[in-house]
């Protein structure tokens, strides 16, 4: 049987309900004077979606990059050098206090209740820091040593096989071939909620990409926000990357489908498609993210879906990633804004329920702090090794 | 499966049924639960310890202990702390004596500055204030052209002499402003900050340097409701390095439970002030304490279901179809009236989300989740194919009509059968139900008391669901807030009384039943 036929029904019960509370309150309100209301503002409905062929969209411009002086992205090697340092520098001092912890003399409950609780306070939520503090202190409990150093190396082993690390952690580029056995640039698309820094991971990557020597091209698909296309333009133009981009309010479907088709007319390595940021919560919206991605297919495959989630992110975060790998099929995550206080663990249970790797981290507002995420170097960056 | 702290708590307590009273282990238990469900709220862990510790006080006495339904004391406790400390002190805008008055925003990035300075100037204009937006965000790119933007959209003037891209003096800017201001007359000035992370010294000097050169008369904090564990320390961050006078949570619309929310207001002690719900210029309103809590603990938001269905509902329809599938008069309820009613509904929204406002539901939020609202539309689309005569009776459905209906619908004939036929049991169950609250002074009593009566009629559920539903502690309140709403009894008289009675608000037993997919009901 067909629970929706339920559903449907206990819709208008709910309705019913609604009506005789609707009922009562007009009754209640006409006896004593009530004191005015104030009313919220209608809920935003989703943003209307231009329906229609690809066809008879507005042709998106496509931006003239820039002829001033381009900006030489860092080279990868040195690149990678100065982040690390930059992590083990950082406020992230999540692991190394809880290697201080464990280098007590004697480790008790409340030493086992404060590690607890450092876990917890970096977001990992309540279950996992439960059962890495359970598992550790079996570990020792079996070992039977509590030197500081054996307990910094099992915490330091226990950490990585947390953040998994015989994940596939590359960002898929490489285009294939067409069907017409032309070839076909790699297309990344970068999701997720507004505010968590799409369009500057775009911008970063793009720059990482021409660092190493691929060609790029960007799509502003972000057609919603204010000076969002701007921003990617601005982007763009600081490492000579052209940016296709659409009318503000344009489907962001077809500046998508433009963006990678022109990449692949012009034979670009790469096309990063920016699309707005959207409250998971929005149908409509997602739906509409749903159709970039299966619109831009129509040209090339999707090479790459990065969820980008904000360090600061709570619980929140695991819903966050499950509506977004629905929709969209995510096969990374880009976990942002780590030069802050914020430790995001939440990425430790997203990666464990979704199985999806992170693969990139955002370690700052310059423009060449964007790293691939490897797990013992992670991990070893954040207890200062 | 037990999302939600009332579930949580009803199912810790039922293990103690019979004691009588509830031990202090009992209460440990208890406090564990309200402990986790917390910090899955993302409040922070400081603030939880503090709060279960309060709680933990005024759990221990006689009231609680001997209530008949301590789950749902401890919940209220749990609930009327949370509003105290979320609306301990809430207040307004303050303005300048003399115009005019500056409000900065400050925050990380990415939390909504931008948008927030727009929506709040709209809600200024509203209010008969002329707002000037200033960008002093020069940092991201094009920042300013973003606020540009924002404020011709909400109809008011914006300030932005420097082009930003890392060009120009946020500070001058915003001094400047404040001349530009007073010359052109606007009243409120607007000072859009770029974002900055709390540990950023020489940004949080900036802004700070902002606040010296305007000496703005408010300093709101602009936090977004998904924030996790670092909240504390980010408020903490910005409350001494610039120090903020109030707070403004944004992207509410979203489903994160926001314990940030009480985080900060208890260890900064600066109100929230406004909530952002919405990415439309419009979606702002001031903040309300009771329903943050609410959502803190997930227990369903159904003050801002009635403000919706208010606003979406036509009251005399709504009214004739409630009156008609309760069987109380004015004929019978006919697939038509269904069909006007579900349509009423799905204006307010997805109808997962119309649901999820419903308290109680976390329990079957997965079913809630999978609804696919294009089935939806088939169910629409086969009353839609049906001649005014077959919705208002669905009994002279006949063979050969169904199968018009199907074809017309792009259905099979099966599903015309199953909704005609799950249509009409309920309608029955409805109807029963009624008739019991219609039946006079005597009558709510028995409504209260029947329906669970009935269940456990039916024995013990295979159904672990099923088992937990027949177990747990008889609600009041079938389908209405209160009983007496429909009989001759007192009419609850003020809203109040009506939130109190709608807060024990569950779904009926068999309404959930039919929410579980696992159900296998009658066909």
């Known amino acids: 049987m067909n629970p929706v036929y339920w559903l449907a029904i206990a819709a208008a019960v709910i309705v019913v309900v609604v009506a005789a509370v609707l009922v009562v309150r007009s009754r209640g309100k006409a006896l004593p004077p009530v004191e005015e209301r104030q009313v919220l503002p209608p809920a935003a409905p989703a943003r209307p979606t231009e329906p229609g062929e690809l066809e008879s969209q507005a042709p998106a411009e496509v931006a003239e990059p820039s002829t001033t002086t381009l900006d030489i992205p860092e080279a990868p090697a040195s690149r990678l050098v100065r982040l690390r340092r930059r992590l083990a520098g950082s406020q992230n001092a999540l692991a190394r206090g809880l290697a201080d912890l464990l280098s007590q003399d004697r480790i008790d409950a409340a030493t086992w209740d404060d590690f607890e609780t450092t876990l917890i306070t970096s977001d990992l939520g309540v279950g996992p820091a439960t059962e890495l503090t359970t598992r550790l202190r079996q570990r020792l409990a079996v070992d039977g040593v509590v030197d500081p150093a054996t307990a910094h190396a099992v915490l330091r082993q226990e950490l990585i096989a947390l953040v998994g690390p015989d994940l596939d952690r590359t960002v898929h580029t490489a285009g294939g071939q067409g069907p017409d056995g032309e070839d076909l640039p790699g297309v990344v698309l970068v999701v997720g909620v507004n505010g968590t820094g799409k369009t500057t991971t775009v911008g970063k990557l793009a720059r990482v990409l021409v660092a190493e020597g691929r060609t790029v091209m960007l799509g502003a698909a972000d057609t919603f926000r204010a000076a969002a296309t701007e921003q990617l333009t601005t982007w763009g133009e600081r490492v000579g990357v052209e940016t296709v981009r659409g009318a503000e309010g344009a489907d962001p479907a077809s500046v998508a489908y433009t963006a990678v088709a022109a990449g692949r007319d012009s034979g670009v390595d790469v096309v990063l498609v920016d699309t707005a940021g959207r409250l998971h919560t929005k149908t409509g919206l997602m739906d509409e993210l749903g159709k970039v991605k299966r619109v831009i297919e129509k040209v090339a495959p999707v090479t790459e879906v990065l969820l980008v989630l904000d360090a600061t992110t709570g619980q929140n975060g695991l819903t966050q990633a499950r509506t977004f790998a629905e929709v969209v099929d995510v096969t990374g995550i880009v976990l942002t804004k780590l030069d802050g206080s914020a430790k995001g663990g939440i990425v430790v249970q997203v990666q464990r329920e979704l199985g999806v790797p992170v693969k990139l981290i955002g370690l700052g507002e310059g423009v060449d702090d964007l790293a691939p995420f490897d797990p013992a170097q992670f991990v070893d960056g954040v207890l200062g090794d | ?523």
Do not use: C
């Open chain 2, 1 to 523: 499966m037990f999302d939600t702290l009332s579930d949580r708590l009803t199912a810790t307590f039922r293990t103690l049924r019979g004691k009588g009273r509830l031990s202090d282990a009992d209460i440990d238990e208890t406090l564990r639960e309200i402990r986790i469900a917390l910090l899955e709220a993302d409040v922070s862990l400081s603030v939880v310890r503090e709060f279960v510790a309060a709680v933990r006080e005024q759990a221990r006495t006689e009231e609680v202990s001997k209530a008949l339904n301590p789950a749902q004391q401890i919940v209220k406790i749990v609930n009327d702390e949370l509003v105290s400390i979320l609306g301990g002190e809430t207040r307004l805008l303050r303005f300048a004596k003399k115009p005019p008055t500056v409000i900065m925003l400050a925050g990380l990035q990415g939390s909504g500055k931008t948008t927030l300075a727009g929506k709040l100037a709209v809600w200024l204009k509203s209010q008969g204030h002329t707002p000037m937006l200033v960008a002093a965000d020069l940092q991201r790119p094009n920042a300013v052209t973003q606020l540009q933007v924002v404020a011709q959209q909400a109809g008011v003037a914006a300030y932005a002499p420097q082009p930003g891209n890392g060009v120009g003096d946020p500070v001058e800017v915003a001094r400047q402003a404040k001349e530009v201001a007073a010359h052109h007359l606007h009243d409120v000035v607007i000072v859009d900050t770029a974002g900055r992370l709390g540990v950023d010294t020489e940004l949080m000097q900036q802004a700070a340097d902002i606040k010296a050169a305007v000496d703005p008369d408010e300093v709101l904090f602009v936090v977004d409701a998904m924030i996790g564990q670092d909240a504390v320390n980010t408020a903490k961050a910005f409350a001494d390095g610039v120090g903020f006078d109030g707070v403004v949570l944004t992207k509410l619309d979203g489903d994160a439970r926001g314990g940030a929310a009480l985080s900060i207001a208890r260890v900064i002690g600066k109100p929230i002030m406004f909530a952002s719900n919405g990415e439309k210029l419009a979606d702002f309103d001031v903040f309300h304490p009771d329903r943050m809590a609410g959502r803190i603990l997930d227990m369903g938001d159904v003050l801002t279901l009635i403000e919706q269905a208010e606003r979406h509902l036509d009251r005399e329809e709504s009214q004739k179809a409630a009156s008609k599938l309760l069987g109380l008069g004015g004929g019978e309820f006919g697939l038509q009236d269904f069909l006007g009613q579900m349509q009423a509904v799905r204006r307010m929204g997805p109808l997962s989300k119309v649901f999820g406002m419903l308290p109680g539901m976390g329990q079957m939020r997965e079913q809630i989740d999978a609804i696919d609202e294009r089935e939806i539309d088939r169910i629409e689309a086969i009353i839609f194919s049906m001649t005014p005569a077959e919705r208002a009776n669905v009994s002279i459905l006949n063979g050969s009509r169904r199968a018009r209906i199907a074809k017309g619908a792009g259905v099979q004939v099966s599903d015309v059968n199953n909704l005609v036929n799950r249509f009409v049991e309920a309608r029955k169950m409805m109807q029963s139900m009624g008739g019991m609250m219609g039946a006079g002074p005597g009558g709510p009593k028995k409504g209260r008391t029947t329906p669970a009566a009935k269940k456990k009629g039916r024995g013990v559920s295979g159904n672990p669901a099923k088992r937990n539903q027949a177990a747990q502690p008889v609600q009041p309140a079938v389908t209405v807030p209160d009983p007496t709403a429909f009989g001759a009894g007192g009419m609850p008289t003020s809203e109040a009384e009506l939130a109190e009675a709608m807060k024990g608000f569950q779904l009926p037993p068999e309404m959930q039943q039919f929410l579980n997919p696992k159900n296998k009901g009658p066909r």
